[in-house]
């Protein structure tokens, strides 16, 4: 492929499919895990398990952008350098970071809901914050080495150019963002309100466990790190 650059071959719908091969793959199996959980320990309702996902996609754009035109200013190095285990640190360091905030936030909220209707609605513990979680999954979890990525930042650090690697990057996470986690994350929140409906302290149960999944994958990250 980087032939295929130096010869001007490579254009931005090429590094959209290559993002598009992520989103529809990797992407998935990866992220799912993180964002699906928090959807599902929350019991969001559709509004929010979108609006979520959209931060949550939008976190993973931005990095993607941020990156390769970051490659395309200072070269090689950083392709090098995302190739380490540093990135497997930062997302343990934000698993860990939410499931403790979906703690705090139990804490804080007492879980008490009326019956009726409000009984399934989404825990809304900080308000305007509660979407910054799924905007630092998103960024975080952009920076998993795969080999779409380091493709990525290997052809943006060979155009020399922070803009045409900024484009390279935006097409690319515009691509991955075309994932079946838009339509995941959603069911994961659905089935949180089922799961909560007419048994409020069974949603007190179903919020500490998702906390304590997403700390024990953040461990996870950080165990491998530290091997």
Sequence with gaps: MLEQLAAGQVGLATVWLLGLSMGLTACTVTCLPFIGTWALGRASGTAE?????GVFLAGR?????????????VGVGLAKA??????NGLIGVV?????????????ADGCARP???????????HRR???LPPLFFGAALSLTPCTPLASLLLLAAN???????????????????LTPIIVLVPLAGRLG?????GRAWLGRWLLSGAAIVLILLGLRRLFLLAG
């Design 82 to 87: 995302l190739g380490g285990s540093w990135g």
């Design 159 to 177: 155009t020399g150019s922070a803009a045409q690697g900024a484009a390279y990057g935006l097409a690319f996470g515009c691509g991955a963002a």
């Design 61 to 73: 754009v931005f990095t993607y952008t941020l990156l390769a035109s970051l490659a395309g200013a």
């Design 95 to 107: 698993s860990i970071a939410t499931g403790l905030w979906l703690l705090v936030g139990r804490s």
């Design 193 to 197: 309100r089922e799961i909560r409906a």
């Design 129 to 131: 914050r509660d979407g």
């Design 115 to 125: 019956a009726g209707p409000a009984a399934v609605a989404p825990l809304r513990f």
């Design 49 to 53: 398990a979108m609006l979520h996902t």
